[in-house]
């Protein structure tokens, strides 16, 4: 592109620009018509500036179709932005895609404010979503930041702009020592010269949604050098409007990779259940058990209130502690019969009536000397 593109163009004799939605460093996002399917699409040129060397140009266009070809591995997934197709017009390279009826996520927060934890909570599961699709596919983002996640009239958040995102099995592209990406949101670790790694999206994601929450980006300075003194070293205040969500913020921003969740724990601290993203939980097959005897009247009786006494409220009772009681029950009631005898000789009373307060004194007695032990 070297010279400026004006609304009205026919690219590839088929789609129409009707209007600019948006530029980035790389290229420009038109809204464009199809005449061939008659719908609307959006279309990327490439930003070929006319002193641009010829080492950079063709950087620039293979950095296009690097970005053509990542996106289309990921065109089925809800949360990322469909790419339909690779034209080439003039030896330029547009990229077609689908038609999002919205605004950024960085468009929200510069009108709306901050957002809810409910609305950044949704966010946050869909990114977390998108890039666990990329990351098994091999592709690392790059540059996750409010200005490339897209809300939809309809709700949807869509992941979008893999135009610095790098495959596995990419060649580099960037000159040694060269960072890219938005500063306020490139891992600590890309900026000492690491990359592809997944983790590095996850802080990056960690400081997008510190942004939405909070309404201010945690790093951004007043100087490029400050801002990457920022992501090394500096550590934000605990954002005061995240709720739930605050946890998940902080350890995402955690300086070192590996302190940093992985994608199903990110998720569960969403809120969103592990099972979304990993699969049916398996089924639970209860195990064989023994044979046991069936349980004495007094086991029945007196092991069922004593169970209820000593396991801790809304526990099960352990199966050692249901045995101890069928032992204790049974020295109780033999010590109780022995007791009563002994009695009824010596005072005459009736023996039923003693069995009972025997019974009920040392059943009482043990639970008491239970609850002293859990004490200590």
């Not at 040129?45 to 641009?52: Q, T």
């Not at 897209?150 to 000159?175: E, K, P, Y």
């Not at 023996?351 to 009920?360: F, K, R, W």
């Amino acid at each position: 592109m070297t010279q400026e593109t004006q609304p009205g163009r026919v690219v590839a004799g088929r789609y129409r620009l009707l209007g600019r939605l948006g530029a980035g460093g790389f290229g420009r996002v038109w809204r464009a018509h199809d005449e061939a399917l008659g719908v609307d699409v959006a279309v990327k040129e490439v930003w070929l500036p006319a002193l641009m060397s010829a080492a950079d140009r063709v950087e620039r266009l293979a950095r296009a179709e690097r970005e053509a070809r990542n996106a289309a591995q990921l065109r089925d997934h809800p949360n990322i932005i469909a790419v339909h197709d690779i034209v080439i017009d003039n030896g330029v390279p547009w990229t077609v895609m689908r038609l999002v009826e919205g605004r950024s996520l960085d468009e929200r927060i510069d009108e709306d404010g901050p957002l809810s934890v409910g609305e950044a909570a949704t966010v946050a599961v869909a990114v977390l979503q998108a890039l666990g699709a990329a990351h098994q596919a091999g592709i690392t983002h790059r540059d996750v930041k409010p200005a490339n996640i897209m809300l939809t009239i309809g709700g949807q958040v869509l992941l979008t702009d893999f135009g610095i995102a790098v495959h596995s099995s990419d060649t580099a592209l960037t000159a040694t020592g060269m960072v890219v990406g938005s500063m306020e949101y490139v891992a600590p670790e890309r900026v000492r010269g690491a990359e592809g790694l997944a983790a590095s999206d996850l802080f990056a994601l960690g400081a997008t949604l510190y942004q939405a929450v909070e309404g201010f980006s945690p790093f951004r300075r007043d100087t490029t050098a400050g801002t990457l003194g920022a992501v090394l070293f500096d550590h934000p205040p605990a954002p005061q409007r995240a709720g739930r969500l605050a946890d998940l913020i902080m350890r995402l921003l955690a300086k070192d990779p590996g302190q940093r969740p992985s994608i199903p724990q990110a998720l569960a601290l969403a809120g969103e259940p592990v099972a979304a993203v990993a699969g049916p939980a398996p089924t639970k097959v209860a195990a064989p058990t023994r044979g046991r005897r069936p349980l004495s009247l007094g086991e029945r009786i007196w092991g069922k209130w004593l169970w209820a006494k000593l396991a801790p409220p809304g526990q099960p009772v352990r199966p050692g502690v249901r045995a101890a009681t069928g032992v204790a029950v049974a020295l109780l009631l033999g010590l109780g019969v022995v007791m009563v005898v002994m009695v009824a000789r010596i005072w005459g009373s009736t023996p039923a009536t003693l069995l009972t307060i025997a019974m009920v004194v040392n059943v009482l007695a043990v639970v008491g000397h239970h609850r002293k032990s859990r004490r200590r």
